[in-house]
Structure formats: structure tokens, C-alpha cells
T-cell receptor
Framework: GQQLNQSPQSMFIQEGEDVSMNCTSS?????WLWYKQDPGEGPVLLIA?????ELTSNGRLTAQFGITRKDSFLNISASIPSDVGIYFC?????????????FGKGTKLSVKP | DVKVTQSSRYLVKRTGEKVFLECVQD?????MFWYRQDPGLGLRLIYF???????EKGDIPEGYSVSREKKERFSLILESASTNQTSMYLC????????????FGPGTRLTVL
């Protein structure tokens, strides 16, 4: 089946540093989504990308839909302690079941004050 | 704001018990999903539904069933709970047409003793 490779698996950074994480796929996706999950909570949608090459920002977060449609990255600038959590990428391929997302396994972010 | 609610945040059941997990969304979404989340395995799709009374198996349906009698409500049923079903269960919903972002509930942490 389709798989998403998300890296890195975990990151330990100092407050104020920038963060970068990415997802790659063996298949083409039509939509890329980035979620954040706080401990004990459900994932919350951060950014949605719909077009190859699209670059979208949400505050200190910036995400891009790769031009090949097989990858996406998420950057967080000037990290703060509340950025701690697990970040998931998810992709949608209309060739698969309608509306079903493929998820990466997540990047666990730890921020040291 | 889209709101997806789940009936319980924490649940403790005994092996062999029948368990019902309820999910309700208030945005008139056609699609609803049940996932389980385990460390190192990410999010795995159990069942999904495109419409009332319709259901489709996801990647790991064994040991589970679902019910969708009303558009806003999607129930996950463990007919005879087992210890390997101890997990975090997440419900999500999305539109059938247009943006396919899935919106998640807060999750139910189920422990089977």
C-alpha cells in the first residue's frame, strides 16, 4: 500500500531555533496536510496544500507542496515551548478511496526553554 | 468551527466486554472515520463511512464493527474487547466533495484489562 516517510522521527531543539521536517511518498498526492497533536489530544489541522509548488504560511509555520507532488515540508520559525508536540503529514490521492488520507508516522518535537 | 466530539476521553473495560465508542460531528460532513493510534505505528484506519448506513473497512477492521444510523453520528463497537485493543481511538470527519481535510475529535484513551 501507499506509504509516507516522515523525517526526522524526533527533534530536540532550543527555544528560538528554526525547525524543518518533511514527508516523501512513492506515489503522487493531490493534497498535503499538516497536523499537530498535543499529548492526550486529537490532531489539529495546521496547513492544507492543494497545488504542486504551493507555499502556504500560518503564523510562524510555512509548508510547501513539492513540485513533483511526492513530497512536502513544514518549517517552524523561532520555536517556542508551546510548539512541543507531534507533527503529522498526511496526503490524499484521488486514485485511492475517496477522502482517505495516508499519514506519516509523525515527528516528535521537543523544545528546551 | 468544525466540532467533532467523542463520548469519553478515558475508558477502562475488562476483557470480553462489549464497548461502544461514540463520535458526533456538527458540520454536516458526509465522511466519517475511526482510527487507532499506537506508539511507533502512527494512525491506522479501522473503518470509514461515506454516508448514512454505509461503511467500508479500513486497514485494520478485525475485532471491530461500526454503525452509522444518522449523518452526524458514527459509532465504533468492540464486540468482545481484548487487551490488544488498548489504544487511543480517534474519530474524524470530512466533506465528500471539495477540501478533504479531516477534522479530528479529542480521542478516547481505552484501556482493556
Amino acid at each position: 500500500g501507499q506509504q509516507l516517510n516522515q523525517s526526522p522521527q524526533s527533534m530536540f531543539i532550543q527555544e528560538g531555533e528554526d525547525v524543518s521536517m518533511n514527508c516523501t511518498s512513492s506515489s503522487i498526492f493531490n493534497t498535503w496536510l499538516w497536523y499537530k497533536q498535543d499529548p492526550g489530544e486529537g490532531p489539529v489541522l495546521l496547513i492544507a496544500l492543494y497545488k504542486a509548488g504551493e507555499l502556504t504560511s500560518n503564523g510562524r509555520l510555512t509548508a510547501q507542496f513539492g513540485i513533483t507532488r511526492k513530497d512536502s515540508f513544514l518549517n517552524i520559525s523561532a520555536s517556542i515551548p508551546s510548539d512541543v508536540g507531534i507533527y503529522f503529514c498526511a496526503g490524499l490521492n484521488y486514485g485511492g478511496s475517496q477522502g482517505n488520507l495516508i499519514f506519516g508516522k509523525g515527528t516528535k518535537l521537543s523544545v528546551k526553554p | 468551527d468544525v466540532k467533532v466530539t467523542q463520548s469519553s476521553r478515558y475508558l477502562v473495560k475488562r476483557t470480553g466486554e462489549k464497548v461502544f465508542l461514540e463520535c458526533v460531528q456538527d458540520m454536516d460532513h458526509e465522511n466519517m472515520f475511526w482510527y487507532r493510534q499506537d506508539p511507533g505505528l502512527g494512525l491506522r484506519l479501522i473503518y470509514f463511512s461515506y454516508d448514512v448506513k454505509m461503511k467500508e473497512k479500513g486497514d485494520i477492521p478485525e475485532g471491530y464493527s461500526v454503525s452509522r444510523e444518522k449523518k452526524e453520528r458514527f459509532s465504533l463497537i468492540l464486540e468482545s474487547a481484548s487487551t490488544n485493543q488498548t489504544s487511543m481511538y480517534l474519530c474524524a470527519s470530512s466533506l465528500r466533495q471539495g477540501p478533504n481535510e479531516q477534522f479530528f475529535g479529542p480521542g478516547t484513551r481505552l484501556t482493556v484489562l
